[in-house]
T-cell receptor, first 114, second 112 residues
């Protein structure tokens, strides 16, 4: 059964810093990996999706990388801003056995201090 | 498109009552997922449908939970009878294969 782990569970940094959020998964047979953002009391907003054949995706100040063979992904946030404060969730979509549902990590709760 | 629409946004009910959560997926998406989020367990997949057919319901916690998708534009999740431990935020999401999943705003369920 796929398991997704996110480290750290929480992170607090001053505004302007570059930071890296980590995600690892146990079964490398995935279709894709998706990073989401969740604000308190809200739903999930998709940030980036990386297909299994890709190594990275970029959107603005966000860059996500994927190393499928080692079961790892990182989300890089450049020049962090207070508006980036949220919980960031990593999720993988498996490729075998009809398991098309996303398996989520527990998330990294990020606080950017003004 | 208005995105994935869930109703109600909040539901408070007494233990033993039937609860129905509703979801309208994004038009053209052939996958629909129901998730439950709690502080302790995070986001858990309950069930998902492909082309209105349930594919995997192994995440449904008990027989008290059931879900249907009578057509491509509607799904519901029922809990009967509800229990306090069912209190959580329930999310519906839809997707096309190999494309990002889009989530609704969730239904916050409180069973007292």
């Amino acid at each position: 059964k796929q398991e997704v782990t996110q480290i750290p569970a929480a992170l607090s940094v001053p505004e302007g810093e570059n930071l890296v959020l980590n995600c690892s998964f146990t079964d490398s047979a995935i279709y894709n990996l998706q990073w989401f953002r969740q604000d308190p009391g809200k739903g999930l907003t998709s940030l980036l999706l990386i297909q299994s054949s890709q190594r990275e995706q970029t959107s603005g100040r966000l860059n996500a990388s994927l190393d499928k063979s080692s079961g790892r992904s990182t989300l890089y946030i450049a020049a962090s801003q207070p508006g980036d404060s949220a919980t960031y969730l990593c999720a993988v979509r498996d490729s075998g056995g009809g398991a098309d549902g996303l398996t989520f990590g527990k998330g990294t709760h990020l606080i950017i201090q003004p | 498109d208005a995105g994935v629409i869930q109703s109600p946004r909040h539901e408070v009910t007494e233990m033993g009552q039937e609860v129905t959560l509703r979801c309208k997926p994004i038009s053209g998406h052939d996958y629909l997922f129901w998730y439950r989020q709690t502080m302790m367990r995070g986001l858990e997949l309950l069930i998902y449908f492909n082309n209105n057919v349930p594919i995997d319901d192994s995440g449904m916690p008990e027989d008290r939970f059931s879900a249907k998708m009578p057509n491509a534009s509607f799904s519901n999740l029922k809990i009967q009878p509800s229990e306090p431990r069912d209190s959580a935020v329930y999310f519906c999401a839809s997707a096309r294969r190999f494309h990002p999943a889009f989530f609704g705003q969730g239904t916050r369920l409180t069973v007292v």
